[in-house]
């Protein structure tokens, strides 16, 4: 397949240089080694070209498209991806200015520099000595990430998807660095979450005022005794917990109404009883006569 149908099928023809530049990478590919041999086939191989050089054009890529058209898996194209960089000697920057114009957050700028380097110390610090040679930060998921936990921490609205396709990632990859740079430099790119008392909000004022036990609690609150403390105990129980207790005092005073009731009406053991008398002597012809008798 041409590259120049490749390059429209992905919403590319209008990128001339890109198209350019996925052509020159093609044959650079067939001059350096077989693709054949890595498992990419010709047009996978066309469409990470062109993913490639739109990375470094930073012109927005269909990575969902892309992996539709390749025929393979999402974890297949980016291994085929990897390998293909990596043996093209190709690196895909992602600058943290570029980001900031582009997103118009430029007063992120230095707060991703630093936390950049933050995470670097302390997850060099974190492996063994062995590993630390061959660890590369410079990735261009590490800067996406870092960018979008600063914007999400000073509460300014970042389009991650289109973060994900400039670093030409995986969303699974991109949440994995983000996880880790927030466990790693909380300081940094972690979101406190504090919980607010329910009166200082305004929305829930209106919800505690029904409550007649609070209102009741709010009124005598000046009162001391055993009664105020009762009253908060009860207060602080949760919902649920309050409610299975009003359950069970009114299952206890039914069982005691119950068991007064049963009280009051049971016989008196010292009176003697009298049991009815059975005749059995009684002929049929006897009982019809009785039953007419009581009919008439």
Request: with cysteine.
């Amino acid at each position: 397949m041409d590259m120049s149908s490749i390059a429209s099928r992905l919403g590319l023809s209008g990128s001339r240089p890109v198209v350019r530049k996925a052509a020159e990478l093609r044959r650079l590919c067939d001059v350096t080694f077989d693709s054949s041999v890595l498992g990419i086939g010709e047009v996978c191989k066309a469409i990470i070209c062109l993913e490639i050089a739109a990375s470094k054009f930073q012109v927005i890529f269909d990575r969902a498209e892309a992996v539709r058209m390749s025929g393979m898996s999402e974890k297949a194209y980016i291994r085929s991806f990897n390998a293909l960089q990596n043996g093209l000697g190709v690196k895909t920057t992602l600058d943290v200015r570029e980001l900031g114009i582009q997103f118009g957050c430029i007063r992120l700028i230095p707060f991703v520099q630093k936390g950049l380097s933050l995470y670097k110390e302390r997850f060099l610090a974190a492996l063994p000595p062995s590993r630390r040679a061959s660890t590369d930060f410079g990735r261009p998921v590490f800067t996406a990430a870092a960018f979008y936990l600063c914007a999400k921490r000073h509460k300014l609205k970042v389009d991650k998807l289109k973060l994900i396709d400039l670093c030409g990632t995986s969303s699974s990859e991109f949440t994995t660095v983000s996880t880790s740079m927030a466990d790693l430099c909380f300081d940094v790119f972690g979101i406190a979450k504090e919980k607010k008392d329910a009166k200082s909000v305004k929305g829930n004022r209106e919800l505690l005022d029904v409550l007649p036990s609070k209102r009741k609690h709010d009124e005598d609150s000046d009162s001391s005794g055993e009664s105020s403390g009762a009253d908060q105990d009860e207060l602080d129980l949760p919902t649920y917990k309050r409610h299975k207790k009003m359950e069970k005092e009114a299952y206890n005073e039914w069982k005691s109404s119950v068991i007064s009731s049963n009280k009051q009406t049971k016989p008196d053991p010292a009176k003697p009883r009298k049991q009815a008398q059975l005749n059995f002597k009684k002929k049929p012809s006897d009982i019809a006569l009785e039953v007419s008798s009581a009919t008439n």
